[in-house]
């Protein structure tokens, strides 16, 4: 072995908003960190339709600059149009995903025991022992480095995970963004059996632009045109194009020997929105806790991994995240006359101002429970899942994993 090999101690793979936010927080230690991305700018290419709860602002310290605009009103519609409005205290951010990426390199890029490596791809990792201690020998596309941890927060389609033999499935999502002329206070989920693994949305950035996409597993060019055709969009009007993948499942495992996963590579994303970025944050925060834990006892085993990262993790957000999978478990099966009859259920009862009260769009136990408590849901639900007894077998399988 090369023993003039650099040596980190942390090596942190992906430099997004997980990779970035995780360093900034290890940034006032004292351990050497390097961060390798694969691309040659943090933040491109921009692939997100940036709607973020308010929690976003509690989380981090949010700078106006990157919030474009706030929205009311949730408009959901159902195959043949049948819709309800949503509104309360929520009013999600539109943000500049881009900037949301670049705060917090900017907050460290100076810090002088961070190092950032950028057009440079994490290809492979093994275990190698130096000075009776286990450590991972990291190859990239440029070079050979040494590093006490390995960190993946390289996206959808991590490297890191699938040098540990694991793998997301994906959706495929499309986005425009668009001058046009839609209502600025409202974004709308728009559901289909076309693209049943997720939705169709249009979200306002603001000052007359709208991103307009979608996600689904498969015929997504096909999908999309249809999409686009259903509003008349005249393609010259449109400003750029983005397009991108969607972890959808479970969250993975998170611990391994040395290492460990955030972010997108762990699956920890919203089935119901396709959404990460808070889940994320709260899982960074985990992992740096995690990471100077490791540091102060020298002990980087799986165990303790698991012990102060994954367990904290699956016991917050890991019980959120099967809430939503078992929500989009039951969306997947709709028919139009199912959305119809919920909508027609919330419009005459008293759910409409409950989701308005309770509703959080991250952690929706809450509302949850609540609507099972409305006698006129529970019998629509009964009902559902009897005309699917298909559907019982899969949430029971969900919650014993």
Known sequence: MDRNLDTFDVCIVGGSIAGNYLCYLLSKTNLKIIVVEEHKEVGLPFQCAGIVSQKLSKLIELPNEIILNRVKTAKIVGPSGAYIKLSGNEEPYIIDRIGLDRLFFNKVKQRENIVYNFGEKFKTFKYIWANHQKLVLIETSKRKLKAKMLIGCDGPLSS???????????????????????????????????????????????????????????????NFRFFLNKFNINLKQIIDKQGGLIPHG????????????????ACQVKPTTGGGIIMLLIAAKYAANCIK???????YSKKTIKKYYEKPCRSIIGRELKIHYLIRVFLDKFEDNDFQKMFQIIKTSEIESSISIHGDMDFPKAIIFKLLQNPLFFTFLIKFILKNPNIFIKILKILTK
């Not at 834990?293 to 002990?299: A, M």
């Open 160 to 222: 890191v995970a699938k040098a540990l033999r694991i793998k997301n499935k994906n959706l495929f999502a499309t986005q425009v963004r668009i001058k046009a002329q839609f209502d600025e206070n409202e974004a709308v989920m728009f559901f289909d059996k076309r693209w049943k693994e997720l939705f169709g949305w249009i979200v306002p950035e603001g000052k007359g632009i709208y991103r307009i996409g979608m996600a689904c597993s498969k015929n997504i060019v096909k």
């Open 250 to 265: 479970l969250m993975n495992k998170l611990a391994f020997d040395n290492i460990l996963l955030v972010g997108d590579s």
């Open 293 to 299: 834990t490791c540091f102060k006892h020298n002990k």
